[in-house]
């Protein structure tokens, strides 16, 4: 039988993972703290609960592997619990910071059960009604190689990730955290950069089209969101964003000085290329347990490798 | 009958404009000064030459609006020979940079009889065979309105405008020029940036999904197309950099201090849903000719406002 899920936290993420799971054919449950959630997810036909020590206590009793699905600053006082009630289950997370989680699940002692994983799914709406079964169709999710982690739980998580119908990414979770801030986090700021430069442009607006279009459209997400996942992401997000100011200053001399900015966009257009024709290649032969096979993930997943199915154990072969 | 049009330069643009030009039943001719781009229009069934002095002399003898659709750096000399052969011809250009043209049709003494334009419509591709009838379909396209200009020479070129099939925005060329550095070179710039900044990062491009391939896209445009936009409009793209960069500054010193991007994040939403419902208004009211009629225009298109169809002139009214 396969591994029963608890999701704890049934907003747009864990919402769905909670539906995914269950057409997977799982036995699922849920906790949400609200009673608007809850009741949500009760009229919808899925076993919900606000009371947590009852989720829990029934997450131990089944040995569910454990789905963090709250927003960061709700976890300390939720691993307290889990500590408490279900220290045995394994445990992972859907949230986009992964070292800041980490850290948390570490200080609360449960890193043993943990691997961390963020799925690369939409977040324009939220809330139980947003969310569905198949947003994770196709999607990355990244899973964490960091050193600690245990390759029973780690093919445990990766179970729930493929029944998601997503491909999972292994990764480190400081990569992930670097990656995400080059990759989202900055787009993020310089999109609302460009916004409000182009604002107090007289004209501007009434010109605009296809570049200025695409390079603002992140500006329209809530402003809530992007301030979480920036300030999150601080440590990660400050160096890559000196990075992108530092070759926009280079750009700026160039261009007053000798009336060029040839570094930049060659420099720019090669990436994007590159990007382009970055290659997705089927892991297949990494064995889980085996000597070095977190660093061999990692480095494949850094190579653009995705995890379509699961993985071999020593016990498999 | 409707002023027939030469067209310099047989490129994309320019090649589209002699298509629908003809296609709305001008009479029309072309010159470009290799014979690769002559014989492709030819082969079209299009009037071409490769023989400027033939072109211009025709251009004077039917009185026909001249279109400059050369780079610029062709066009001091152009303008000689059309100075020498056709100086009472009306005129207008199609190219990107407003003041810069302006300054060089004004040291050839042709001011009087010029009246710039800038279409503004794709350019991934360029050379005759890209172009086609409909490029201008429903594109907006600049017209200026800077302080010399002729109200009968104003109402030919609009009229080749519409026969285009776009929509004519008035504007000074020292604000359009500030406008395409806010809409068009700074995204090109920061597209580059964002991508040079993530191709250093390990596994971003193994997680880029959304947000970095929208912020990215114009930084597949050519090289060389960047280039001569950005660097032919260096003095207004240079303080537009500027106010982005700092922006970015003040965001990330918000960010190390007070862990918070809340003030650009904020704004920048603002203004991109700002953007999101600038009105389109059409321009009818506004006698070409009459006191003031210049500044009306240019502040309507600052507004927002369009012109789709010819404007009274007071021997019409």
């Not at 690369?120 to 079964?133: D, E, L, N, V």
């Not at 009434?206 to 695409?214: I, K, N, W």
């Amino acid at each position: 039988m396969k591994t029963p899920v608890c999701v704890l936290g049934l907003g747009l993420i864990g919402g769905s993972v909670l539906r995914a799971a269950a057409a997977a054919g799982r036995v699922t449950f849920g906790y949400n703290r609200s009673a608007d959630g809850m009741n949500a997810a009760l009229a919808d036909g899925f076993d919900a609960t606000a009371d947590l020590e009852s989720a829990l206590t029934r997450a131990a009793q089944l040995s569910a592997l454990i789905v963090l699905a709250v927003p960061v600053p709700a976890l300390p006082a939720l691993l307290e619990q889990i500590r408490r009630l279900a220290p045995d289950c394994p445990l992972t997370d859907v949230t986009s910071v992964k070292a800041a989680v980490l850290d948390d699940v570490t200080a609360a002692g449960l890193a043993e059960k943990f691997v961390g994983g963020h799925p690369m799914a939409g977040t324009a709406h939220s809330g139980w009604p947003a969310g569905h079964a198949g947003l994770f169709e196709g999607a990355p999710w990244v899973i964490s190689v960091d050193d600690h982690v245990d390759p029973t739980v780690f093919a445990t998580v990766l179970d729930l990730i493929l029944d998601c119908g997503s491909v999972a990414v292994p990764a480190r979770s400081e990569e992930h955290d670097a990656a995400a801030a080059a990759i989202s986090h900055l787009p993020h700021l310089l999109a609302e950069a460009l916004a409000v430069t182009a604002a107090d442009v007289p004209l501007a607006f009434a010109l605009a089209a296809g570049s200025f279009r695409d390079g603002t459209r992140v500006a329209g997400t809530a402003p809530d969101l992007v301030r979480a996942m920036c300030e999150g992401n601080a440590p990660q997000l400050l160096p890559t964003l000196d990075r992108a100011m530092a070759l926009l200053a280079e750009a700026r001399e160039s261009l007053a000085t000798e009336s060029s900015v040839a570094d930049l966009v060659n420099t720019g257009h090669a990436a994007r290329t590159r990007y382009e024709s970055f290659p997705r290649n089927e892991i297949v032969t990494v064995v889980l347990g085996e000597d070095d096979w977190r660093r061999a993930l990692a480095a494949a997943g850094r190579a653009g490798g995705v995890i379509r199915s699961a993985l071999p154990t020593p016990d498999s072969r």
